[in-house]
């Protein structure tokens, strides 16, 4: 950890602030709106809100985390010696990861036979990709970091490739307005998880230790809100769109 | 930040207390009182409680903020070095204002044609606005406050000429008793939100800047409560008359 600005103390201070706020707001509206769609897909919206509930427990910690591991003197902000618990974020992803995955294939509604198996083989990757990560989480080396992350990419990138094609071969059986929806949500998969890598090469750019340390905390708190609360309000628009096509929606006059 | 009597700093103070059991209480009432409303009208009063479920954690962070950033002193209240954090608003609007459009949009229940691409518009316009005006909050010279209150004004007049004309247009498709109460709602947005600028040009009236500091808190958490709490409970009437008219009122006894 090394010296910082007031202002780039305060910038990640305030990230994590609303990332709780952004958590426990999307709690709240996935717990209301699970009676706004059919039966069937409520499990999906329960999974959203319980991923955001551990997101917002985490970034609490995170918060005071930050908070103790620097005090203010003449202005900047100094290592107070306390270390910054970067295992809270670890700790979350193996929680959420996992809860993340059943989400998606809650609202894919795939038939039996195409489920089977498919959680087992993703929660061991997803495992396997947050277990390797950290390691190179805890060092701003580059070399180790590198090691790593690369070796945290296989699965990753094994994940996103099952993700990817499974939410393709569903797309035909889902009702039209569903299908372009499952289009961005595809996209959105890619984007929001590439953001994950991208942050933890960070310290791998070239920029001072300042901005790495800022751009890491940032990136994540960023990539955690569009991951889980904004990924759960698509969720949600998916489910919204098949209840709608199938006739499960709750009665309206 | 300057030297604050007893007088001005509890005065402060228990406004952000007032404002948080003012945000909390309404947040218990909009998502008890979705049930008594129709259908088609909950999702409206499910963002009203988001707002304020918000806004009430940001209060807290305030006043917290303003504890930390005084000490008394021989009777005084002295900044203690700990700067008070104005970011925690910024970061609340950026999160209620696009609800709070959300919201508008909700009740309106604008044919779909209306609807579209209505909210991306007023949701850029609503982050310029903010971002634009952050940098002047944080100086309380004439100057650059007033370039920036200047450029955050334009979104600001940008938004409220849309949905002035928006809420206009609507209001001939609607039951007599929500014209009533849309034309209320419409007179509250311009008042409400007239409130925030007026409070951001306190520090450049003259007036000696404990005054000023005092001003700003006080007019913003007022300006809040009504934009959004009491805005809330606007929302809810409409909601409760264009059920009413429409016949999708839960059945009573």
Redesign the interface.
Do not use: D, E, G, K
């Given at each position: 950890m090394t010296n910082l600005s007031?202002m780039q103390y305060?910038l990640v201070?305030?990230t994590f602030?609303?990332t709780?706020?952004?958590m426990?707001?999307s709690f709240?509206?996935f717990i209301?709106?699970r009676s706004?769609v059919g039966e069937k897909y409520r499990p999906a919206l329960l999974i959203s809100s319980l991923v955001v509930a551990i997101a917002c427990y985490h970034y609490f910690r995170i918060l005071n985390s930050w908070e103790a591991a620097f005090t203010?003197t003449n202005g900047e902000y100094v290592p107070s010696g306390k270390p910054f618990n970067d295992a809270y974020r670890y700790v979350d992803w193996m929680l959420t990861v996992p809860l993340l995955l059943v989400e998606l294939i809650a609202v894919l509604a795939l038939p039996k036979k195409d489920r089977e198996g498919l959680f087992g083989k993703l929660a061991i990757a997803a495992f396997l990709m947050i277990v390797l990560g950290y390691p190179g989480e805890l060092t701003t080396e580059i070399v180790p970091r590198a090691i790593w992350g690369t070796l945290s990419s296989i699965p990753f990138v094994y994940i996103l490739w099952v993700l990817w094609g499974k939410l393709g071969a569903a797309l035909s059986s889902q009702p039209p307005h569903a299908q372009v929806l499952m289009k961005n949500i595809r996209l959105l998969l890619l984007f929001t998880w590439g953001f994950y890598p991208i942050t933890y090469m960070f310290p791998m750019f070239g920029i001072s230790a300042q901005s790495s340390v800022v751009g890491v905390q940032i990136g994540y708190a960023i990539a955690d809100v569009l991951a889980k609360a904004f990924y759960g309000v698509m969720i949600y628009w998916i489910a919204f769109a098949k209840s709608e096509a199938d006739g499960s929606l709750?009665?309206?006059?």
């Open positions: 007031s305060m201070y305030n602030s609303f709780i706020a952004a426990f707001a709240i509206f209301a709106a706004q203010l709750p009665a309206r006059h």
